[in-house]
């Protein structure tokens, strides 16, 4: 059974700062795997998404990396800025429609 | 293009009365997802359609939800009788396909239920 796990769970850094979110899973058999953001009441959005045979995917400030082989993703977030606070949440999708983890939530102090 | 469209966006019901949720995929997406998201978790998955046929629906309580997509377009999720723990939000998503290289799912803005 697929397990997604994001750390930290929250995080609050003051703007400017480049920062770092990690999420991992158990099943390494994945087609892809998204980031999405999530505001306070809101439904998601996608932010990236990277198939398994990348390794990985920018847009903009934010910058997604795979390691299939270990079960591991990052999202980097450069400059963060207040706008960038959300919750971030990483869904894996394989054998198993997309799973998801608890998210990290980002505070991004001006 | 037009997104996944949801509605409503809130409802508040008295515990064992039911309700109901509307989805409108992406025009030309295949698949269809219902999620449950209670507060401060990540979203789990109810049901998968494929066209409108069920491919996973191993953690719908059937007791209490049922859910359809006629002609493989819309679809609509419901509760009877709702209990407190159905308290969520309800996420609607929809992709290309439901394997390979088209599996990107985008989601409507959900429906927030409180169930008292």
């Known amino acids: 059974k697929q397990e997604v796990t994001q750390i930290p769970a929250a995080l609050s850094v003051p703007e400017g700062e480049n920062l770092v979110l990690n999420c991992s899973f158990t099943?390494?058999?994945?087609?892809?795997l998204q980031w999405f953001r999530q505001d306070p009441g809101k439904g998601l959005t996608s932010l990236l998404l990277?198939?398994?045979?990348?390794r990985e995917q920018t847009s903009g400030r934010l910058n997604a990396s795979l390691d299939k082989s270990s079960g591991r993703s990052t999202l980097y977030i450069a400059a963060s800025q207040p706008g960038d606070s959300a919750t971030y949440l990483c869904a894996v999708s394989g054998n198993t429609p997309l799973v998801f983890g608890k998210g990290t939530r980002l505070s991004v102090i001006a | 293009e037009a997104g996944v469209a949801q509605s409503p966006r809130y409802k508040i019901i008295e515990k064992r009365q039911s309700v109901a949720f509307w989805c409108n995929p992406i025009?030309?997406?295949?698949?269809l997802y219902w999620y449950q998201q209670i507060l401060g978790q990540g979203p789990k998955l109810l049901i998968q359609?494929?066209?409108?046929?069920?491919?996973?629906d191993s953690q719908l309580p059937k007791d209490r939800f049922s859910a359809e997509r006629l002609k493989g377009v819309d679809s609509t999720l419901k509760i009877q009788p709702a209990k407190l723990e159905d308290s969520a939000v309800y996420l609607c998503?929809?992709?290309?396909?439901?394997?390979?290289?088209?599996?990107?799912?985008?989601f409507g803005q959900g429906t927030r239920l409180t169930v008292v």
């Open positions: 099943d390494s058999a994945i087609y892809n």
């Open positions: 025009s030309g997406h295949a698949t």
């Open positions: 998503a929809s992709s290309l396909a439901a394997g390979g290289g088209n599996t990107e799912a985008f």
């Open positions: 990277i198939q398994s045979s990348q």
């Open positions: 359609f494929q066209n409108n046929g069920v491919v996973d």
